[in-house]
């Protein structure tokens, strides 16, 4: 059994933070992380300040530019002697399965992944025969440096995660946390590390070759000297994220918080329900009094939470909702699961946005910062705002697979300087990078904002009769369960 490592001694991450810990006992400090570009090099910066231990859970792991660089990182750490552990869902790994054995080889890295394939070939045949087991996933996605600093979130490791690409990118959210979080955040790795689901890779990869370790830094080295690389690396030179946090530079929100998660053993399925982070939110959130602000990429609630939603609305409270609309969702089947629950939420007063593929106002932007990759994005952030007071930034769908499938982690924030910032988007950014959908009699209309223009479509925007036909076949199919 692998355990959390007391410290012994003070580390470079750790004197850093002394002075406003100090300044601030028994609070956390956050600083939000929205820009993919900023998200990449805090991780980054954090594997190199790390001195003793880098706890690290992600549920994707994308083999390119910027998953080997992270990769990389790691190992670079564990060649100073830093104590890695590596905990993946074993859903996205395909193909690396020689890159992780390479990684497990090194003396101080340990690799393990949750519920995985015993077929490493044919995965497929794997959902034939343990369906059950392995349609359970592990959605956790954390970054600890020494128990001392850790980033929590929505966001994988990808190149569509990071603004490392040309491809469509994810708009999503992080928080980077130091203090009493960060430690709570090592202290429940520990409970997925040890779990019945999480298995040592050496018990399912092939063994790695002598030089396997050797050929992989070669291999990354080479990597981060590409033109790609090279092009990536200059846009984020200039970024003194982290560098500022180590020197005290940087300014951080302290309030109390409390780490949130779901009992690992959901991933076999015998979790008990006050143990499912479900039940642990509605317990510590409370009662919704004024405002509910939701940030969800796949926005499937259940019948209760659907009905506990309309009836704060027809209460009074102001409800706002954004995800995906259908042209930037990534996951189509997931929208039939969202869209025919549309009329309801609307009848109850609940103002509904989904976040168009591109704008003006996101395009304008993009060139502002000489990017040249593709303004099109897809929401990808999970998080919400409570009364302008609380706000829950992690892994958390408002879908049926987050409350009963895929284990979920996340912080609950008593601040109300950033959870009247969340709140506030809607009123700025939301509109004009969104559409606002609207009953008209029976029929919904999606309302498009660039400029003084306001256009009124009667279809979903961006959509084909194909598309539009399939999503609603599916929305007649008893599935919520899987989305």
């Given at each position: 059994?692998?355990?959390?490592?007391?410290?012994?001694?003070?580390?470079?991450?750790?004197?850093?933070?002394?002075?406003?810990?100090?300044?601030?006992?028994?609070?956390?400090?956050?600083?939000?992380?929205?820009?993919?570009?900023?998200?990449f090099v805090a991780r980054a910066l954090l594997a190199d300040a790390a001195a003793r231990t880098l706890d690290v859970q992600y549920y994707i792991w994308r083999n390119d530019l910027s998953g080997i660089l992270l990769f990389d990182a790691l190992?670079?750490?564990?060649?100073?002697?830093?104590?890695?552990?590596?905990?993946?869902?074993?859903?996205?790994?395909?193909?690396?399965?020689?890159?992780?054995?390479?990684?497990?080889?090194?003396?101080?890295?340990?690799?393990?992944?949750?519920?995985?394939?015993?077929?490493?070939?044919?995965?497929?045949?794997?959902?034939?025969?343990?369906?059950?087991?392995?349609?359970?996933?592990?959605?956790?996605?954390?970054?600890?440096?020494?128990?001392?600093?850790?980033?929590?979130?929505?966001?994988?490791?990808?190149?569509?995660?990071?603004?490392?690409?040309?491809?469509?990118?994810?708009?999503?959210?992080?928080?980077?946390?130091?203090?009493?979080?960060?430690?709570?955040?090592?202290?429940?790795?520990?409970?997925?590390?040890?779990?019945?689901?999480?298995?040592p890779a050496a018990r399912v990869l092939p063994a790695a070759s002598a030089d396997a370790l050797d050929d992989f830094a070669a291999a990354a080295s080479a990597r981060a000297r590409g033109p790609g690389a090279i092009a990536y690396f200059d846009?984020?030179?200039?970024?003194?994220?982290?560098?500022?946090?180590?020197?005290?530079?940087?300014?951080?929100?302290?309030?109390?918080?409390?780490?949130?998660?779901?009992?690992?053993?959901?991933?076999?399925?015998?979790?008990?329900?006050?143990?499912?982070?479900?039940?642990?939110?509605?317990?510590?959130?409370?009662?919704?009094?004024?405002?509910?602000?939701?940030?969800?990429?796949?926005?499937?609630?259940?019948?209760?939470?659907?009905?506990?939603?309309?009836?704060?609305?027809?209460?009074?409270?102001?409800?706002?909702?954004?995800?995906?609309?259908?042209?930037?969702?990534?996951?189509?089947?997931?929208?039939?699961?969202?869209?025919?629950?549309?009329?309801?939420?609307?009848?109850?007063?609940?103002?509904?946005?989904?976040?168009?593929?591109?704008?003006?106002?996101?395009?304008?932007?993009?060139?502002?910062?000489?990017?040249?990759?593709?303004?099109?994005?897809?929401?990808?952030?999970?998080?919400?705002?409570?009364?302008?007071?609380?706000?829950?930034?992690?892994?958390?769908?408002?879908?049926?697979?987050?409350?009963?499938?895929?284990?979920?982690?996340?912080?609950?924030?008593?601040?109300?300087?950033?959870?009247?910032?969340?709140?506030?988007?809607?009123?700025?950014?939301?509109?004009?990078?969104?559409?606002?959908?609207?009953?008209?009699?029976?029929?919904?209309?999606w309302i498009e904002r660039n400029d003084a223009a306001v256009i009124v479509h009667r279809r979903e925007p961006g959509s084909t009769f194909w598309q539009r036909a399939f999503v609603r076949v599916l929305g007649w199919l008893p599935i919520d369960?899987?989305?």
């Open positions: 059994m692998s355990a959390v490592v007391p410290t012994a001694a003070a580390c470079p991450l750790e004197e850093s933070l002394a002075v406003q810990t100090c300044a601030h006992a028994g609070e956390s400090g956050f600083l939000s992380l929205q820009d993919g570009r900023g998200s190992r670079r750490a564990a060649d100073r002697g830093v104590r890695v552990r590596l905990l993946l869902d074993d859903n996205n790994t395909g193909g690396m399965d020689a890159t992780l054995a390479a990684l497990d080889s090194h003396p101080n890295i340990q690799v393990r992944l949750f519920n995985p394939f015993r077929q490493r070939r044919w995965r497929w045949l794997g959902y034939l025969t343990d369906f059950s087991r392995l349609n359970r996933r592990m959605h956790n996605k954390s970054f600890t440096a020494d128990g001392h600093a850790t980033i929590v979130g929505g966001r994988n490791i990808g190149d569509e995660y990071f603004d490392a690409g040309k491809q469509a990118l994810f708009v999503d959210l992080d928080v980077l946390g130091v203090g009493p979080v960060a430690d709570a955040v090592e202290q429940d790795f520990d409970r997925y590390w040890n779990c019945a689901s999480a298995v846009s984020i030179r200039q970024s003194t994220l982290l560098r500022d946090l180590l020197g005290a530079r940087q300014a951080l929100v302290w309030s109390s918080a409390r780490l949130v998660s779901d009992d690992p053993k959901k991933g076999l399925a015998h979790a008990r329900e006050n143990d499912l982070m479900v039940a642990k939110l509605a317990r510590i959130l409370g009662t919704v009094e004024h405002g509910l602000c939701v940030i969800s990429p796949y926005f499937v609630p259940t019948r209760r939470g659907n009905a506990f939603i309309c009836d704060r609305a027809r209460e009074g409270v102001q409800v706002a909702v954004l995800t995906n609309a259908m042209e930037a969702t990534d996951v189509l089947a997931v929208h039939s699961g969202y869209a025919k629950r549309r009329h309801a939420l609307l009848r109850a007063g609940v103002k509904l946005y989904e976040l168009r593929r591109s704008s003006l106002a996101r395009r304008r932007w993009w060139r502002a910062q000489g990017f040249h990759g593709s303004s099109a994005s897809s929401l990808h952030a999970k998080t919400f705002s409570v009364d302008r007071q609380r706000l829950f930034i992690g892994s958390f769908n408002f879908d049926q697979r987050s409350v009963s499938l895929n284990t979920e982690m996340g912080f609950v924030i008593d601040s109300a300087e950033m959870a009247a910032a969340s709140a506030d988007m809607f009123r700025n950014a939301v509109p004009e990078n969104a559409y606002e959908v609207r009953l008209r009699g029976r029929r919904l209309e369960w899987l989305l």
